[in-house]
Structure formats: C-alpha cells, structure tokens
T-cell receptor, first 114, second 111 residues
Framework: DADVTQTPRNRITKTGKRIMLECSQT?????MYWYRQDPGLGLRLIYY???????NKGEISDGYSVSRQAQAKFSLSLESAIPNQTALYFC?????????????FGPGTRLTVL | EDKVVQSPLSLVVHEGDTVTLNCSYE??????LLWYKQEKKAPTFLFML????IEKKSGRLSSILDKKELFSILNITATQTGDSAVYLC???????????FGKGITLSVRP
C-alpha cells in the first residue's frame, strides 16, 4: 500500500465549483504539504502544516484553503475553482528532526477547470 | 531572495551516455540540497546532500555538493531509457525550512 495517497486522481470540474482534494498518509509524519505543478513553473508550495494545529501559507495560497483533520489527513479546497487552477496537485509529507528536509510525495491529482 | 536554478532545462542523450545535471543555489542559512526523480507522476527521493565533497551514490546515479561554489551535480552513467524523467533539485529555505524547487531538468534517453 502506498504511504501517501491522494483522492481523486483525476478531476474535471467547471468554473465556480467547490472542489476538495484529499491526502492521507501512513508514514506517521507530522508535516504535510500541498504543491501545484505547472509546465515551466516547477513545483510551488500552496500550504503546509507542521502538526494538527498548525497551518501556514505557502507562496501561492490565494484561492485555496486547507484543513488538517488529523495527523494523517490534510485536505486542500478550492472554494470557487477558476481555469488557471488547472494543474497537477501533489501532497507531500516529512518527518520531524534530522530527516525533516526529505519530503515524500503522493501520486498527484490532475485537476482540470473548464 | 532564496533561489534554486537548474540547468540545462532539457537534455537528450543516447543509451549508454553519461550525463551531468546541474543545480545551483542561493540560500540563506543553507542546510541541505535534495534531488528527486519525477517520471509520470510523483517525485521520488534520490539523495540529500549536506556536506561538501562527499559523494552520494546509488547504482549508476551519484551526486556531490560544492558549498563553496554553491552548486550540486547529479551524474548518471551508462544511461538507460528508464532514466528518462524530470530531475528536480530543492533546498529548504525560509523561516520554516520549506522546500524551494528548481524548475527541473527533462532528460530524454534515446535507444
């Protein structure tokens, strides 16, 4: 079983719809992250969380919100989707302490906003 | 502003060739540099480098860090078509040490 899972894997939606992407992990890591990846722009951080009560904005948080429901679950919401949010979205996790820099990625969610 | 820059952005080689991928960085309070391989979907971790001059090796892949000149290289010897992927480097930056990624190098290995 994969250590970091994301649902759905693919989603097509329309402008203005609310969308939630979910991430679960069995690695026991405290830290979780949401990224989006666009061609030519690389991976950009949307939000991150260092524990259940901690939420931090990344470099491109506008138009997104997150919820850390438990240590193992971190969801990303698009309150009113727009076409330029079409991208590949990744969840990642990392440990605390000496190995905190190494992040482990989920399989990604390809989101298309029409 | 902290940044991570990779070059070249894309590369085409033939099977059996040796390839060198570059990553330069400007990071305040530098701690580590990481390399990832991304095939069809999720980036997978390759190496984390923290010390200058100490090579990390895994099979045909190796990587080294130069903290004086602020760069790292990833070498792949005897390339195979399965090495075709995007190779990402990243470094922890900022107050919370979140990873900043380079734009990636697309490597294509032709049979």
């Amino acid at each position: 079983d994969a250590d970091v899972t994301q649902t759905p894997r693919n989603r097509i939606t329309k402008t203005g719809k609310r969308i939630m992407l979910e991430c679960s992990q069995t690695k026991g890591h405290d830290r979780m992250y949401w990224y989006r990846q666009d061609p030519g722009l690389g991976l950009r951080l949307i939000y991150y969380s260092f524990d259940v009560k901690d939420i931090n904005k990344g470099e491109i948080s506008d138009g997104y919100s997150v919820s850390r429901q438990a240590q193992a679950k971190f969801s990303l919401s698009l309150e009113s989707a727009i076409p330029n949010q079409t991208a590949l979205y990744f969840c990642a996790t990392s440990d605390f302490g000496p190995r905190q820099d190494t992040q482990y990625f989920g399989p990604g969610t390809r989101l298309t906003v029409l | 502003e902290d940044k991570v820059v990779q070059s070249p952005l894309s590369l085409v080689v033939h099977e059996g060739d040796t390839v060198t991928l570059n990553c330069s960085y400007e990071v305040t309070n530098f701690r580590s540099l990481l390399w990832y391989k991304q095939e069809k979907k999720a980036p997978t971790f390759l190496f984390m480098l923290t010390s200058s001059g100490i090579e990390k090796k895994s099979g045909r892949l190796s990587s080294i860090l130069d903290k004086k000149e602020l760069f790292s290289i990833l070498n792949i010897t005897a390339t195979q078509t399965g090495d075709s992927a995007v190779y990402l480097c990243a470094a922890p930056t900022g107050a919370n040490s979140k990873l900043t990624f380079g734009k990636g190098i697309t490597l294509s290995v032709r049979p």
